[in-house]
């Protein structure tokens, strides 16, 4: 199945009150255990000195629950929709008047425009996450572009995704399975995500061509891929 690009920012009011009433914890707890695992087995520690950014921030589901984790550390998160920006500090001021997520804030900036970002310095970003994000960007070319701009040498990348099934049949199936949980709206929008995925030779090249020895990319499962390591 060849890949279909969708639009990078969701900015529909509907569109972003669906996706804000769907569950997606268990593969977001998923990426968090894998951060902690790689931060662990590599006997890094974090401190208040560190920042993590979570670009494609979205209503803030991974922002949170990465301020949870490391409650000492500053974590931003950053969308270019202001619907999802909207939401997320909604959710977070919420949750700050019983002293949670104290470390978090958000950004509205478009990644496109990265290089007129003035609201934080790439050598202060320990961590660079992302989920759900790179299937959103036109060209791999760009997300590759954008993580090398904001990382350090030291910044390490976590970046979790869907991947594009092999068939029509495939992509199919799994709008069906989704149809049966969610409203029709995510399901469709889940629908045109997958045809927009990248598969892991997609992104295996290009960490050749660029010559990132130190990038990654592991399947997670059959649906989800993860680019991580150093750029
Ligand atoms: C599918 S959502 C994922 C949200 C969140 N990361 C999560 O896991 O729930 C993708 C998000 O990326 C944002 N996005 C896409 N392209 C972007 C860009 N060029 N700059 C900033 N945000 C972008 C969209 O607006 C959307 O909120």
Request: overall charge neutral; hydrophobic content about 35%; charged content about 30%.
């Amino acid at each position: 199945m060849d890949r279909e690009p969708e639009p990078e920012l969701m900015n529909k009011k509907s569109q972003v009150k669906a996706y804000c009433a769907a569950d997606f914890s268990l593969g977001e707890e998923n990426l968090i255990k894998f951060i902690s695992n790689y931060l662990d087995i590599n006997n890094i520690k974090l401190t208040r000195n560190d920042l993590i950014l979570d670009l494609g921030c979205g209503p803030g589901n991974i922002s949170e629950k990465l301020s949870e984790r490391w409650p000492d550390v500053n974590v931003l998160g950053i969308d270019g929709s202001q619907e999802m920006i909207r939401e997320a500090e909604s959710r977070m001021f919420k949750n700050k008047i019983m002293n949670k997520y104290r470390n978090l804030n958000y950004l509205c900036s478009d990644i496109r425009k990265i290089s007129s970002l003035k609201n934080f310095s790439r050598n202060e970003i320990t961590l660079l996450v992302s989920n759900s994000f790179i299937h959103h960007i036109n060209d791999i070319d760009n997300f590759f572009k954008f993580i090398i701009t904001l990382s350090n040498k030291e910044t390490i990348n976590f970046h979790k995704d869907l991947i594009r099934p092999k068939d029509e049949e495939t992509a199919l199936k799994l709008k069906d399975k989704c149809s049966q949980k969610y409203s029709a709206i995510l399901t469709n929008d889940y629908y045109a995500s997958l045809k927009a995925s990248y598969r892991k030779n997609e992104v295996q090249k290009k960490i050749l061509d660029l010559n990132l020895n130190s990038m990654n990319v592991v399947e997670e499962s059959e649906e989800y891929l993860i680019v991580y390591g150093k750029v």
